[in-house]
């Protein structure tokens, strides 16, 4: 039989995908997935989300890996191990004691049980890894020298180095030594997973519908920072994916406030820019099933997504739902009244993967197309495409996007 691993991108069970792709390296069918959850279905309507029940599942199903360790005892190791990276080295109050327990028995070792990688390894490693006390210690040189010694020699392995790739270290308030050997404060930035230089490609994409705040300013000078430390390109883009907002005004006064602030951006765009090729892309995921029409009052489809219910267009056919996209491309009296959805997953935890909307029907006129368009995009759906299309290499989000993440990366996948 085979098995399928689906790895949650923004709240990643980190041992349990250590242990699929180290399983899968053995020659074992096991396939792995980023998606909205963290979840292994072994058929007859069984499943785990749990981190460590997917581990000890796909320990015991292959136990020729020897992810479980050989004996009773080691097993029993295994458990111990396990425990304590859930219990004593995630909490900040007993890290420093339980690093220090660590620190003793890695003494002689280069695993923590027997003489290779078990589960232990990797629910040990991803406490460390996912804890920024551990990045400030390794940072200050202050970190325990057998643990150090540990987690560089896993994280040089396969199957950690593809984990970095998924979740990347996280960001350290300590200070970095140069290369010179002097240590210097170096703030609060985080390493680019995959960055190269000469090849970093970022972005600064305000609404042109106010003043610049603190938080602009911070996201503009960020991304500035890594375009110029990795000589890269760093795009200038105005979202002006709503007509009832933009203002050219509020354009001329941004980029006045960015010149001011020291930035100089290489590339200049608006979303608008990308319309034609937004819109078709909309259409291909109405025709492919992927998204619907939708008529529902705001305030229903409101409870009907708290509710976790279909839509009752979402049966519609293919058909049907081009027929009310054209009504919306006219702008017409019922056209206006419609909205595109993605067909994503009403049953999902998070609200935002719900069948959020993608397209709106607006007929004010567009400070920069005036009124070709009647069918505008949303941010979420337009950000993903533009990105892309734009080749940008590192998108910076601010956190009130986290939720959002699994749809961008949906709007990505689905096209």
Same mark, same amino acid.
């Given at each position: ?23 899968? /390296? ?8 980023? &998606? ?59 890290? /420093? ?18 003489? &290779? ?6 629910? =040990? ?42 979740v990347p270290k996280p960001q350290t308030q300590g200070k970095k030594k140069s290369e010179t050997g002097v240590k210097k404060d170096e703030g609060k930035f985080v390493d680019l997973? &995959?960055?190269?230089?000469?090849? =970093?490609? =970022? ?108 839509? +009752?267009?979402?049966?519609?056919? =293919? ?13 017409? #009296? ?22 959020? #909307? ?9 400070? +920069?197309? &005036? ?6 995009? #949303? ?13 940008? #290499? ?22």
């Open positions: 039989m085979s098995y399928k691993v689906v790895i949650q991108k923004d709240r990643p069970a980190l041992a349990a995908y250590l242990s699929a792709l180290y399983v899968k /390296s053995r020659g074992k069918t096991v396939t792995t997935e980023i &998606g909205n959850s963290n979840s292994l279905d072994v058929g007859g309507n069984v499943s785990f989300t749990s981190n460590f029940s997917i581990c000890r599942f796909l320990a015991r199903t292959f136990p020729d890996v020897g992810l479980q360790g050989e004996s009773v005892l080691q097993k029993t190791e295994v458990d111990h191990w396990m425990t304590f990276a859930t219990g004593h080295l995630s909490c900040a109050n007993e890290f /420093s004691a339980a690093l220090q327990y660590l620190e003793e028995r890695l003494t002689l070792v280069t695993f923590l049980v027997g003489h &290779g990688l078990t589960v232990a390894d990797f629910a =040990v490693w991803e406490a460390l890894h996912v804890n920024k006390l551990w990045y400030d210690l390794m940072a200050r040189d202050a970190a325990p020298v057998n643990v150090t010694r540990y987690f560089r020699f896993l994280s040089d392995q396969e199957p950690f180095k593809s984990a970095l790739i998924v997973p &995959g960055a190269e230089i000469g090849k =970093v490609v =970022v972005r600064f994409p305000p609404e042109a519908s106010g003043f610049l705040h603190i938080g602009h300013a911070k996201a503009a000078l960020l991304n500035y920072h890594y375009a110029q430390l990795f000589k890269g390109k760093l795009i200038m883009r105005f979202d002006d994916t709503n007509p009832a907002k933009e203002d050219a005004d509020f354009e001329r006064v941004i980029l006045e406030d960015v010149a001011m602030l020291g930035i100089k951006y290489d590339i200049f765009s608006h979303t608008s820019d990308h319309f034609d090729l937004i819109l078709s892309l909309g259409e291909k995921l109405i025709r492919q099933g992927k998204a619907y029409a939708d008529n529902t009052d705001p305030e229903t489809m409101k409870k009907e997504r708290e509710e976790r219910a279909n839509s +009752k267009n979402r049966a519609n056919s =293919v058909e049907k739902n081009l027929k009310m996209w054209e009504e919306m491309k006219k702008g017409s #009296t019922v056209g206006k009244t419609y909205c595109i959805r993605g067909m994503i997953e009403m049953q999902s935890d998070n609200g935002c993967m719900r069948d959020p #909307t993608f397209f709106r029907c607006k007929t004010e006129p567009h400070v +920069k197309t &005036g009124t070709k368009y009647k069918v505008y995009p #949303t941010y979420d759906f337009a950000c993903p495409i533009v990105d892309s299309v734009e080749g940008v #290499t590192h998108a910076l989000r601010t956190t009130e996007y986290h939720d959002r993440d699994c749809q961008y990366f949906w709007i990505i996948d689905a096209l």
